[in-house]
């Protein structure tokens, strides 16, 4: 509850009431919104600097002029083969940008040099993973930056430099940086060679894996190698043609957080963003953020089953007075996260059910039913649970059911709505996964003793046993 006011009430004060809360919701609606466009602009400054200092870097040599950008999607995309997320993609990218940046403080006649270097000449070339490091290690918020500043020229024998680090030893972002950046090189101009063959660069990747390169990453590089039957990866490569997720998580950036309102939410799972039949921003909108977007699709998710299933049967009963309900909330519901088609459908359906038109009800209920159906497969995934999620030991689980029937003695909705969001970032044995759903789509009909029962229950086993039951009694 907003807000309440006692009986007997007058309409003006009701209204009143009313107008200050929606106020105060929009209020606090551009107040996020401003946080996110603050939050946005100072990203881009970022990633904006971050382009910049790299090109300071690249450019003190005409002929690695684009290195860095190269390296950085080189990171980028064996990061993604890896299974890295968006934000470790994104993060592996940066690092790439910047790896060299200790470069600045090398003088160019050493860098210009197209002989052999002088002992001293090499010491200084070296110094500048010490000096990279040194440098990014300022930036606090980001503090994996330096990684491959310091280590991309360690090798996996221990025989690279500054700390002769080996294996495991060095941090993996640093064993990703070390074969992009020996990739580049071979692919490159540079003052000292010229670009080799794809099959000889193949074959030194190849010779150099347990050695100089991290065995499982040299792998991931030999693949894209492979793939790229015409050797377009190489230094006339943009970013895009190498790093899969460069215009969705950084090429776009600038234009995507300057005006959102053109283009797709950024940080809705592809999954949703093809979704028929739906028009995500508007669902976004009506949600107030992406994150209660998810939020109101799972929920969506959890009961469409159930209520596609009571609409049937309330239909083939003959209650129509029952049914417009069902079907008033289905138009309610789907209208919200965006699902116009299928929320005006349904609202042709109420109508007809308030009117008793039996003979629209009966031609058409049944094509209402399988295009909510259809509808809802398109949110499988929700049901997919992640294999690289902990696993949430038993007991742990039990004595969640606990906190879950005490929060439901208090009836605390967002407590308990909450709680069932950290729960499904673990993965857990069948029965209690079933459990948790059904507690969850309890929640959303507050069914408070529904919640309290099923948690009791499943704490002391006796919720398992039920459902086994229960199924042997189907099959029988």
Known sequence: ASDFIRK???????????????????????????????????????????????????????????????????????????????AEQVELYEIGLLHDIGKIGIHEDIIHKNT?????????????????????????????????????????DGSGYPDGLKGDEIPEYARIACVADCYDAMTSTRTYSTPRSREDVRAEIARCSGSWFDP????????????????????????????????????????????????EPAGLPGWVKDLKMTDIHRGVKNCGSEEGYLSVLSVFHQTAATKADDIEKLYRDGNIRD????????????????????SKFAEKLETAGKREDLKYIDENTWKLLAMYREFDSQFAPLDEKDDKLPMLEKDAVKEAYQTIA??????????????????RGYRMAPEDEKCIKHISKLLTELDWDG?????????????????????RDGQQ
């Open 8 to 86: 007997p009430f007058a309409p003006d004060v009701l209204k009143a009431r009313v107008r200050r809360i929606i106020e105060l919701d929009h209020y606090r609606q551009s107040i996020e919104k401003e946080v996110d466009r603050q939050t946005n602009r100072s990203r881009r400054l970022s990633r904006e600097m971050m382009l910049a200092l790299s090109k300071t870097v690249d450019t003190k040599d005409h002929y690695t002029d684009g290195h860095s950008r190269r390296v950085a999607a080189l990171c980028a995309e064996i990061g993604r083969r890896l299974g890295k997320t968006a």
């Open 116 to 156: 052999r270097l002088t002992e001293d000449e090499f010491a200084s070339v070296k110094a500048h993973t010490l000096k990279g490091d040194e440098i990014l290690k300022e930036i606090t918020d980001m503090p994996r930056l330096h990684e491959g500043a310091r280590w991309h020229h360690e090798r996996f």
């Open 216 to 263: 499982q990453i040299a792998d991931v590089l030999l693949g894209m190698i492979d793939e790229d039957k015409d050797y377009k990866m190489n230094e006339h490569a943009e970013s895009g043609m190498v790093w899969k997720g460069y215009d969705r998580l950084w090429g776009n950036l600038n234009e995507a957080e300057r005006d959102t309102g053109g283009s």
């Open 323 to 342: 049914y417009t309900i069902m079907v008033h909330a289905l138009k309610s519901s789907a209208r919200i996260i965006g699902a116009e088609e299928l």
């Open 406 to 423: 005490e929060i439901a003695q208090s009836m605390d909705y967002e407590l308990l709505e909450e709680m069932l969001k950290d729960l």
């Open 451 to 471: 919640i309290a029962d099923a948690a009791l229950k499943a704490s002391d086993g006796s919720y398992a046993d039920r459902n086994d039951a229960e199924g």
